[in-house]
């Protein structure tokens, strides 16, 4: 049975207008999901016998994330990746490369399976081998999470905050951060996403899901007009972007055009999703919220 009745379906009010740090008029929040092969495995699990479909995923490790790391050094960027379990397990020397770099490393599922279709002991399998890979092989606790697919539920809401997971990145609702409002109480801190900044809707084709794929210009305007906008409103634009796509040759001189014209101002505060997490917080202290 589903509910259906008419309510907002998100019942946090409207994101506080804290001020950004140092003076800051607006932020940046890049961000990639590292998803590698998983998200093809997630899909279909007949994938693992489809090794060129499989290929789609190893590039990240063997050539888009060194890539994309060279790309984000140049620009003295720090970035959050979000990373499955899966991946973590599969290409550990990829994410110490990560860490190396100064960047964080977040939660995306272990499988990359999407919340809302799985079961109660999916959802904790899923959020549970993540963490443990995490520590296992990084040594590391993860601070935030993004939806594989894009997609949540209550239940899985409900499971950031009892696993200690401080913020999400994964609705689209907001230009500035906010905390949920879960059944329980208080939940994990969100930092809306822009879907203008999925990179996979404008620069991947495959054979089984053929679309077109856009050009260089094409994108770099939607990323600056976007951009450009959310700055004067004084909000955080949050990227996701996939290393098995932004990695690609061309496509990382869009990512590397984009943060040029980004750089042009000195009023954005560029931060990891963990930084963002930090200030909210912070600020919420200040007010006497927390």
């Given at each position: 049975m589903f509910d259906l009745s008419p309510r907002p379906a998100n019942s946090a009010p409207a994101a506080p207008d804290f001020p950004w740090p140092g003076?800051?008029?607006?932020?940046?929040?890049?961000?990639?999901?590292?998803?590698?092969?998983?998200?093809?495995?997630?899909?279909?699990?007949?994938?693992?016998?489809?090794?060129?479909?499989?290929?789609?995923?190893?590039?990240?490790?063997?050539?888009?994330?060194?890539?994309?790391?060279?790309?984000?050094?140049?620009?003295?960027?720090?970035?959050?990746?979000?990373?499955?379990?899966?991946?973590?397990?599969?290409?550990?020397?990829?994410?110490?490369?990560?860490?190396?770099?100064?960047?964080?490393?977040?939660?995306?599922g272990y499988l990359h399976l999407r919340p809302d279709t799985a079961d109660e002991a999916t959802l904790v399998d899923e959020m549970d081998r993540a963490i443990e890979a995490m520590k296992r092989v990084l040594g590391i606790v993860p601070a935030g999470y993004r939806a594989p697919w894009g997609e949540t539920c209550p239940e899985q809401m409900e499971l950031l905050k009892s696993r200690?997971?401080?913020?999400?990145?994964?609705?689209?609702?907001?230009?500035?951060?906010?905390r949920h409002v879960l059944p329980s109480g208080p939940g994990p801190i969100e930092i809306p996403v822009n879907y203008s900044f999925d990179d996979w809707s404008y620069g991947l084709t495959h054979r089984t899901s053929p679309r077109a794929m856009f050009g260089r210009e094409e994108v770099l305007s939607i990323w600056r007009d976007e951009f450009d906008q959310t700055r004067e409103w004084g909000g955080v634009t949050t990227m996701v972007m996939h290393p098995q796509v932004t990695g690609r040759p061309m496509r990382i001189r869009i990512l590397d055009q984009f943060l040029e014209h980004v750089r042009q101002?000195?009023?954005?505060?560029?931060?990891?999703?963990?930084?963002?997490?930090?200030?909210?917080?912070?600020?919420?202290?200040?007010q006497g919220k927390a």
């Open positions: 003076g800051k008029k607006c932020a940046l929040f890049p961000a990639f999901d590292v998803d590698a092969e998983s998200v093809w495995l997630g899909a279909d699990p007949q994938n693992a016998r489809r090794l060129i479909t499989r290929s789609y995923g190893g590039y990240e490790a063997r050539v888009g994330i060194p890539k994309i790391l060279e790309t984000l050094r140049r620009h003295e960027v720090k970035a959050t990746f979000f990373v499955t379990g899966w991946s973590i397990d599969a290409h550990p020397a990829t994410c110490e490369a990560i860490l190396a770099d100064g960047h964080e490393i977040a939660h995306h200690g997971i401080r913020y999400s990145s994964s609705f689209r609702d907001d230009i500035r951060p906010y101002y000195d009023d954005v505060w560029i931060a990891r999703g963990v930084d963002v997490a930090d200030h909210y917080e912070a600020s919420e202290a200040a």
